[in-house]
């Protein structure tokens, strides 16, 4: 089978290396790829949301499945533009249509779908510019932390979490009047604080059954001790342990299963990953937010993980029979620790030769912001590496995950050093 993973970070290097180890795959194809990616598979310079030229790339390379993997052409409705077209429309697409998407594309949507359907989540009301005054007032009514969400696609940076009622006041007439965030804070969700640990599951589905993957935690601030500014994702650790059995159990009942069947109720045909951003209330589950992909860096070990052919989980999701399937997963932990360009999520340099990044005796180095020029490896990111190890517990992968570290140079490289110090006694 021949297959074609859109994207270019971590997240699409590690699809690429599961995928690569499947006996079904003929060739695989990464657009636009990395580094790391080029290693594996084809690269094909073109960008996702160019739907014409993924066309011209499907046939041209004789795709028989498309695996998507960031949420912008999904929200962009890549999926209903091959089902569109007489030649794309049997080739399957792993990723929900626009309407799923829109779990992730519109935090008001996600809202109102966990509402109606049971799920629990965090108390909510939206607002827009003409209803600044009731959304003040309703800040009014809450307590500090206030909690104020872009409704749409901000690239992991709308939303704001403040402890002072002014102040909060103050961003949300900032976000609504002008458009703080662009088109995507036109309208803003005020929720609940939600007080506890949050963690992610993942679940694989083909719109009537589910797989439940491994869970994950991953580490966004920038700075140690989980401060300063949020990034795409610093670090991640699988499995969490406080993610028992038990905790897990009630997480298929309150929050998966009621997810599956709202989308079935609703008429949303969803074959793709959901990730669930949860927080654990004192043992209770809670939905942050839905995301219509994998997370990334939770991939990098969520998938190395996973021991089965992850291609014909895939095909259980495009024949409808993933309740067929079964999975195994190694049952020991592994961390990923994100190498950064100095200065990220601010503005950082590009261009600088990366070496080291071929010792992998006790890691699998994952490449995300990398492109390869005259044979070098060169930053393209602000994330640029996610490095990968197993261990029998999480200081035995992580110190793996910087030893390997440590043979990597670039210049400004950055990284934090303690990924998992909350896990850890
Ligand atoms: P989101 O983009 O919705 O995942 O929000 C980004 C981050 O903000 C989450 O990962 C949480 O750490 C935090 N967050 C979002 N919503 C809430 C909430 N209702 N209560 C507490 N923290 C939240
Ligand atoms: N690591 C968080 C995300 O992928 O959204």
Redesign the pocket.
């Known amino acids: 089978m021949n297959i074609l993973i859109l994207g270019s970070g971590g997240r699409e290097h590690a699809f690429a290396k599961k995928l690569s180890e499947s006996k079904k795959l003929s060739k695989l194809y990464v657009a636009p790829g990395n580094a790391g990616t080029a290693k594996i598979a084809n690269n094909i310079d073109i960008d996702p949301l160019d739907f014409k030229a993924v066309k011209k790339a499907t046939l041209e390379h004789k795709i028989e499945m498309v695996v998507v993997g960031p949420e912008a052409p999904l929200v962009a409705g890549v999926h209903d533009y091959f089902l569109a077209d007489e030649e794309l429309k049997n080739i399957p697409v792993i990723g929900p249509k626009k309407d799923g998407a829109e779990l992730e594309g519109s935090?008001e949507f996600s809202k109102k779908f966990m509402f109606k359907h049971g799920v629990p989540?965090?108390k909510y009301e939206s607002f827009t510019k003409n209803t600044v005054a009731e959304g003040q007032a309703f800040l009014e009514t809450l307590k500090p932390?206030f909690?104020l969400?872009a409704d749409g696609l901000a690239a992991?940076k709308?939303?704001l979490?403040i402890e002072d009622l002014e102040e909060a006041k103050a961003e949300l007439a900032d976000m609504l009047t002008n458009e703080k965030f662009g088109a995507a804070s036109s309208k803003v969700v005020i929720?609940?604080?939600?007080?506890?640990i949050?963690l992610s599951v993942f679940v694989l589905t083909d719109g009537k059954g589910y797989k439940i993957l491994p869970s994950a935690k991953d580490y966004?601030r920038i700075g140690e001790g989980d401060t300063g500014l949020?990034t795409g994702g610093m670090g991640a650790i699988s499995p969490v342990p406080f993610a028992d059995e038990e905790f897990i159990k009630k997480v298929e009942e309150r929050v998966v299963k009621p997810t599956v069947d709202g989308l079935q109720k609703d008429g949303i045909d969803y074959r793709g990953f959901i990730f669930i951003?949860l927080?654990n209330i004192d043992g209770d589950p809670?939905v942050?937010?839905y995301?219509v992909r994998m997370g990334d860096p939770e991939t990098e070990v969520v998938l190395p993980r996973i021991t089965s052919d992850l291609l014909d989980l895939f095909q259980g999701v495009a024949t409808q029979t993933i309740e067929e399937k079964s999975y195994l997963v190694d049952a020991r932990t592994a961390t990923t620790v994100v190498v950064v360009s100095g200065g990220y999520p601010e503005a950082y340099e590009k261009g600088k030769e990366i070496t080291g990044t071929e010792n992998e005796q006790n890691s699998i180095v994952y490449h995300a912001g990398t492109v390869l020029k005259d044979n070098k490896v060169l930053t393209s990111g602000g994330r640029v590496l996610a490095v990968t190890s197993f261990g029998e517990n999480i200081p035995d992968a992580l110190k793996k995950s910087y030893n390997t570290i440590s043979q990597i140079s670039f210049d400004k490289m950055n990284y934090r050093k303690d990924i998992g110090f909350d896990l850890v006694d």
Do not use: S, W
């Open positions: 935090k989540t965090a932390p909690v969400k992991g709308g939303v979490i929720e609940e604080y939600l007080d506890g949050e966004k949020n951003g927080m809670f942050i937010e995301n």
